[in-house]
């Protein structure tokens, strides 16, 4: 087959599997979940198949003046704002660190925020060019934009202390004696209505979520009003422990492990995924981005130092969200290889040993932030077919390949690590890949089946403010493990929603009232308003490996536009007219909320309209519907979002 160069994950697949079958040979004899992945390893060496390592492009001030000119097209001729930051974040990313190039990106980005009117970007993109090596002779032009942004944001002492330095750089600047005295009096002008208003303290955001009830004593993300419980037909799920309420927050947890996909690189930090136009590079790659110095450190011990080198590979190969998380959990897990040896000594003894109902727990607690957790996710292995598995398979040894040929991962343990006698014995190592490569391809294999299981989106609701109402669209812009949120079951009719807040951390909240004892349901993507009974029971198989028992699914409910609407059918009396008093209030507020209002007093009043129908209106009802997308509108809007100036 020869040494084929470049081939996606996918091709790679396709070509051993034809050569499998070829030759004679079947998927069983190289189930990599009972022998490893040598085997498979040993057949993509031998057919060329191996992806090819991809090298990460060197920082380079000309490729920065060539993006920058970019952005200074898309930002002046086309007045593409967003096109413009994409072009200078990536000016930034490809400049030499700290060198004049890297300032003037920083001041160019500073301009196209001061746009936005992002005045707190603006003015940490400043800092970073004067603190940089920004010629002297333009500093006066970044001053005065940020003293206009201080200006803006109702700081007026500090705008003075700016346009006071203003006119001291303007002396240093090559302008004429003319040019210097016209700015000047514009300056005089701005100063004048700065010491006519006075300060007032910066706006500060919109109050972050807190969980409704105590904290769980053993679920570290949970409130006390669930519970985890395991039944053998169910496997592990989540309970109400209290009678909850429409909108009760119920949980708030950071993900064990969370990625980017690459489209979001530009604009979201790769250590907390929130959206951020005034971020700071990787000093040794030019593609991932963080926020501010702190995440790019912890990025960096976290997983970075290895994924800076490991991810042209891996993108190179056409790594899914899958598969880039699968990754990430392994090097959060062993702290980039450093821990490698303990995670063996942790769960490759142990891993027979724990009762069903215990796994995940440690010392009786459910951590999201120990990988204890993310470990036991369900693989459904066993539900498998041998050729899902071989795929699995083929893809962790081509991970594999790429990490032990252009990361140091292996280094910490010597190639060589300690693991029980039987499973030395299982795993079939050849002299290419040794054992610490093979038990690092089964950890891999291993989040691959778990992932597409257990993953959730990270979504960002993208807003866009028309003539009338609002435009919003969500969009994915990641991937996450939370391993409390994957133990909570699938229905139709969800009972629970979630949303991402400050990046990647997901807040729990009710969409229906749940009596205790009942089952919290979440929503794997398949509703019933949206999708059709058969469409859900298919793709529910197929990804998840179970049939649907939810109210929907039984009694086959309609779709949204057929749903039940007008009078309802009531399953109390003497209820009637404050129902159809709530419901008349409704529907006058529905406009609001469509505009984008989502005031305490608006969610309140929806949760408790909310209640009112789950108490006495039969379902399905469209209202019931409504008022639900109504909460979700309003808590998308809190959460992760972003109001752009216009549609480009
Ligand atoms: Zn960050
Ligand atoms: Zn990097
Ligand atoms: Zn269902």
Redesign the pocket.
């Known amino acids: 087959m020869g040494n084929m160069r470049n081939l996606k994950l996918e091709d790679i697949v396709k070509d051993v599997t034809r050569f499998v079958a070829q030759s004679g040979m079947y998927y069983e004899a190289f189930n990599p979940t009972v022998q490893g992945i040598g085997e498979i390893y040993d057949v993509l060496e031998v057919t060329g198949l191996l992806p090819e390592v991809t090298t990460k492009t060197s920082k380079s001030d000309a490729s920065s003046e060539r993006l920058r000119a970019s952005g200074n097209q898309a930002f002046v001729s086309d007045k593409n704002d967003m096109e413009a930051l994409h072009f200078y974040t990536k000016a930034i990313g490809s400049a030499i660190p700290n060198g004049k190039v890297m300032a003037l990106a920083y001041a160019n980005r500073s301009a196209v925020t001061f746009a936005l009117g992002e005045y707190g970007d603006s003015i940490k993109d400043i800092d970073r060019a004067l603190s940089g090596n920004y010629p002297d002779h333009l500093k006066y032009k970044l001053v005065e934009r940020r003293g206009k942004c201080y200006s803006a944001l109702s700081q007026y002492d500090k705008a003075l202390d700016d346009f006071r330095d203003f006119k001291a750089l303007i002396s240093k600047s090559n302008l004429g004696k003319e040019k210097i005295d016209l700015l000047n009096s514009q300056i005089d002008k701005l100063m004048k209505e700065c010491t006519e208003t006075s300060n007032t303290s910066p706006i500060t955001n919109s109050e972050f979520p807190r969980l409704s009830h105590d904290p769980s004593p053993y679920i570290q993300c949970a409130s006390n009003a669930v519970d985890i419980k395991f039944s053998p037909q169910m496997g592990r799920h989540v309970v109400a422990a209290n009678d909850i309420f429409p909108g009760d927050v119920l949980a708030i947890e950071k993900p064990f492990a969370s990625v980017l996909l690459p489209p979001s690189y530009d604009f979201f ?1 790769d ?2 995924k ?1 959206r ?1 136009h005034s971020s700071v590079p990787c000093l040794y790659c030019c593609d991932i981005v ?3 110095e702190v ?1 790019r450190e912890k990025s960096w011990s976290s997983h970075h130092s290895i994924e800076c080198d490991l991810l042209p590979s891996l993108i190179a190969m056409g790594c899914d969200k899958m598969e880039l998380l699968s990754i990430r959990i392994l090097l959060i897990a062993t702290e980039c290889g450093k821990r490698f040896q303990k995670l063996i000594d942790s769960y490759f003894a142990e891993s027979s040993k724990a009762s069903p109902e215990l796994k995940g727990f440690v010392d009786s607690k459910y951590l999201s932030d120990d990988y204890c957790s993310t470990h036991y996710l369900e693989t459904n292995c066993d539900s498998r077919s041998s050729e899902d598995i071989f795929r699995r398979g083929t893809i962790s040894a081509c991970i594999i390949h790429v990490l032990k040929e252009s990361t140091d991962f292996f280094k910490f343990c010597d190639f060589s690590v300690d693991v029980p006698d039987d499973l030395y014995r299982k795993f079939t190592v050849d002299s290419d890949l040794s054992l610490a490569h093979v038990v690092a391809g089964d950890l891999i294999l291993r989040y691959l089946m778990s992932a597409p299981c257990n993953a959730h989106e990270i979504a960002e609701m993208r807003v866009w403010p028309t003539r009338n109402d609002l435009e919003t669209e969500s969009t994915e812009i990641g991937g996450a493990i939370y391993p409390f949120h994957s133990l909570i079951n699938h229905s139709c009719d969800p009972n629970v929603v979630r949303h991402a807040f400050d ?1 990647d951390i997901v807040v729990l909240s009710s969409i229906q009232k749940i009596k205790k004892g009942d089952q919290i349901f979440d929503n794997y993507g398949y509703h019933h308003a949206i999708h059709d009974v058969s469409i859900r029971q298919q793709h529910l198989k197929s990804q998840y490996y179970f049939t649907c028992e939810c109210p929907a699914c039984v009694d086959n409910w309609p779709l949204y536009q057929e749903l039940p609407d007008g009078t309802p059918f009531y399953t109390t009396t003497g209820f009637e007219k404050a129902v159809q008093a709530s419901s008349e209030k409704f529907s006058n507020i529905l406009t609001n909320i469509k505009n984008g209002e989502t005031s305490d007093e608006t969610v309140k009043f929806l949760t408790q309209h909310l209640t009112l129908l789950h108490q006495n209106v039969k379902r399905p009802w469209k209202e019931y519907n409504q008022c639900q997308e109504a909460i979700k509108q309003c808590l998308s809007l809190k959460a992760n979002h972003y109001v752009f100036k216009k549609k480009m």
């Open positions: 930090c250590f907390c929130k951020c963080f926020c501010n995440c990046g």
